[in-house]
């Protein structure tokens, strides 16, 4: 069976750090896309950030680049999600998903992904 553990969430004040980890078994990350996606209450889920083991190419949401950092350990089979400067609006459920097939340009959608974490809690306080 493929699962993805994310974890690292928790709760940090705006302008802090908080680094989500992404653990898969079963699963080995070459030649493989892993996105982070996060949801916030009354939104939808929405790309945060990717990483292709292919070539290392990283993307980001708007919204997060210049913030957050992605990378990724081939020994460990973990990604990272380094965010930094968090901001309260920051605050959701962040998943990892993992796909062989992910169309890089649309790797902000999260049906392009084949397996899913069970999410990590963020909230950034005011």
């Known amino acids: 069976d493929v699962q993805l553990q994310a974890s690292g969430g928790g709760l940090v004040q705006d302008g802090g750090s908080l680094r989500l980890s992404c653990a898969a078994s079963?699963?080995?990350?070459?030649?493989?896309?892993i996105g982070w996606f996060r949801q916030a209450p009354g939104k939808e889920r929405e790309g945060v950030s990717c990483?292709?083991?292919?070539?290392?190419?990283?993307y980001y949401s708007d919204s997060v680049k210049g913030r957050f950092t992605i990378s990724s350990d081939g020994a460990k089979n973990t990604v990272y999600l380094q965010m930094n400067s968090l901001k309260p609006e920051d605050t959701a459920v962040y998943f990892c998903?993992?796909?062989?097939?992910?169309?890089?340009?649309?790797?902000?959608?999260?049906?392009?992904?084949?397996?899913w974490g069970q999410g990590t809690q963020v909230t950034v306080s005011s």
């Open positions: 079963g699963f080995t990350f070459d030649d493989a896309a």
């Open positions: 998903a993992a796909g062989g097939s992910v169309l890089l340009s649309n790797w902000d959608i999260d049906v392009e992904y084949d397996y």
């Open positions: 990483i292709s083991s292919r070539d290392g190419s990283t």
